[in-house]
């Protein structure tokens, strides 16, 4: 028999020849088995008890969840892995991104089992190799499908109405294209839910390797609402509003061009042309309505072939709405905002500086608006941001037609920057001004076999310095060692992403020390003091006694590059 703890195994014996005796038992779990034989009730010499030793196959490790197969970048993943019918070993777990780290978070359950938590940092196929001692578990390595759908982007623009809504029109298709090039290995999916309240799928058509087009034929009048997701997943900002209009076919071959579609000055002429050429026999109409007032458009035929020269005189200054209609109908696009100023002075007027797309908590940011050309007014700025008023300070430079705005923002977030030119806003007001919070070095985590100590046969001189939450600053990486200074490459897989990957090639065993500075400040751990040796028991000495120092020792993670 066999012991295993409290357990006892039955065996069999079979006698093949007179004087041989085979032994035989099924084991329930891998491990050590103790075989007692008896010869005529006295032990076997040497074999009491005889010793066998059985090891686990990758079958009896399993892992298991969604994690295996997919994930969602900067997002926690996670999978179980049950290693009870493995026998006695130690749980490994390496996941590999395209071109970057996932950090792997071990932590065993009351059951026995384990729970294996990462955060995949961007986008791709990433093999996670699920190991218990030097075994694969059951279906390892495993490939999962890292997607972002915040990375999905529209590659046109919409035809709007004066409220915001996609204008859409009976009967006639619309699509929707869009930019998957960055999103990881998902799929596109859109509805529609319709004024009555059905709900409708859009077809999906790949237009190259990293383009989807979404279309759908409407076939009911008024508010749509279009929800697009990416592997089933809500792409951000993405929830369109669509207004469906009858019109009649004829009045969607005309067309509107001229700068008076968008602009005009006081008491001054704008001009626009509309062609309907293909419209077939019908009335243009046209006109420009304000809040205060009216303004009829002039509409002038040339020739036969419904091709009309339109134009119009405004009296004051604002916003309006100006009506194109073809038989009563709006043409596409129609109503179009209209912008009225009083002159050249908004126009001639030239803004310049940092402070009109970004700026930083705490550091003064200047933008300087240049009203040489214009004639004499007076300025007018504010800002607001994402809870209060930002405030600022004009200073009137060079007599009076230069102007320096200086704003100390004092919360980070999106800011609206409004600059006024006697009561009218400049070219391109009002601003979107992006504030970040002040650099952070404290918040810059490194991590990665480049900044641990290893063996230089084969050594990984990689490692991540993951900037997320630091604020706006500079990666400085330096690298000495016995040979002084090193050759560093750093590797940005996106340029919106705060991971970055280093590199260097250690030629020769001895001390190298990496300094990793965020805006000229040493982050947390740096310098890292690195050892390469020669042998395992020099590397096993030098662990044991100068201990690690990357940023996530305290976190128990685990990283492999």
Request: glycine share 10%; hydrophobic share 35%; charged share 25%.
């Amino acid at each position: 028999r066999r012991v295993h703890g409290d357990v006892a195994v039955l065996t069999k014996v079979d006698q093949s020849l007179k004087s041989i005796y085979a032994v035989k038992f099924t084991p329930r779990m891998p491990g050590t088995y103790r075989v007692y034989l008896r010869v005529n009730g006295a032990p076997v010499p040497d074999a009491d008890p005889y010793i066998c030793t059985l090891e686990g196959q990758s079958s009896d490790v399993i892992a298991y969840g969604e994690g295996l197969q997919f994930g969602k970048e900067d997002f926690l993943s996670k999978f179980l892995v049950d290693p009870r019918e493995g026998g006695p070993g130690e749980l490994k777990v390496n996941i590999d991104g395209p071109n970057s780290v996932a950090k792997s978070e071990c932590e065993k359950n009351s059951d026995g089992t384990y729970t294996v938590a990462y955060i995949p940092v961007e986008c791709g196929i990433y093999r996670i190799s699920v190991l218990w001692g030097k075994k694969h578990a059951k279906g390892s390595p495993f490939s999962a499908k890292i997607v972002d759908p915040r990375k999905v982007k529209f590659v046109q623009q919409f035809d709007v109405d004066h409220k915001g809504h996609v204008l859409l029109y009976m009967k006639q298709k619309f699509s929707m294209s869009l930019d998957v090039s960055e999103a990881g290995p998902g799929g596109l999916a859109a509805k529609v839910l319709t004024p009555s309240g059905k709900v409708r799928y859009c077809d999906i058509e790949e237009a190259g390797a990293f383009e989807r087009i979404a279309s759908f034929i409407p076939d009911e009048e008024g508010e749509h609402t279009i929800h697009l997701t990416w592997s089933d997943l809500p792409i951000p900002r993405s929830q369109l509003t669509a207004l469906v209009l009858y019109v009649p076919s004829d009045v969607l071959t005309v067309s509107a061009l001229g700068e008076g579609l968008s602009y005009a000055v006081v008491d001054e002429l704008a001009h626009f042309n509309v062609d309907a050429t293909k419209a077939g026999s019908g009335t243009l109409t046209s006109t420009l309505d304000g809040v205060k007032e009216r303004t009829m458009v002039d509409l002038r035929k040339q020739g036969d072939q419904n091709l009309f020269s339109c134009r119009y005189k405004p009296a004051i200054p604002g916003a309006y709405l100006l009506h194109v209609k073809w038989n009563d109908h709006n043409i596409p696009r129609s109503p179009f905002k209209v912008t009225v100023s009083t002159g050249g002075n908004v126009s001639k007027i030239i803004p310049t500086g940092l402070l009109l797309r970004e700026a930083v908590v705490g550091v003064k940011g200047i933008a300087v608006i240049d009203a040489t050309k214009a004639m004499r007014g007076y300025l007018t700025a504010r800002c607001m941001g994402p809870h209060k008023i930002a405030p600022l300070h004009i200073t009137p430079k060079e007599n009076g037609q230069i102007f320096e705005i200086e704003m100390t923002p004092t919360e980070s977030g999106r800011h609206l920057l409004e600059i006024k030119y006697d009561d009218e806003h400049i070219s391109g007001s009002p601003f979107i001004v992006r504030v970040s919070g002040p650099p952070d070095p404290s918040k810059v985590r490194v991590f990665g076999p480049g900044v641990e100590h290893g063996i230089l046969a084969y050594y990984r001189g990689v490692f991540v310095c993951e900037t997320r939450g630091a604020g706006v600053g500079q990666l400085k990486v330096r690298i000495h060692g016995p040979a002084g200074a090193f050759k560093v490459r750093l590797q940005r897989s996106d340029d919106r992403d705060r991971t970055v990957i280093v590199r260097y090639n250690p030629i020769e065993v001895g001390e190298y020390e990496v300094y990793v500075m965020w805006s000229n400040i040493d982050v947390p751990g740096s310098p890292f003091h690195v050892h390469i040796v020669d042998t395992e028991e020099e590397l096993a000495d030098v662990q044991k006694r100068i201990p690690l120092q990357t940023s996530e020792n305290s976190a128990g993670w685990h990283a492999e590059i």
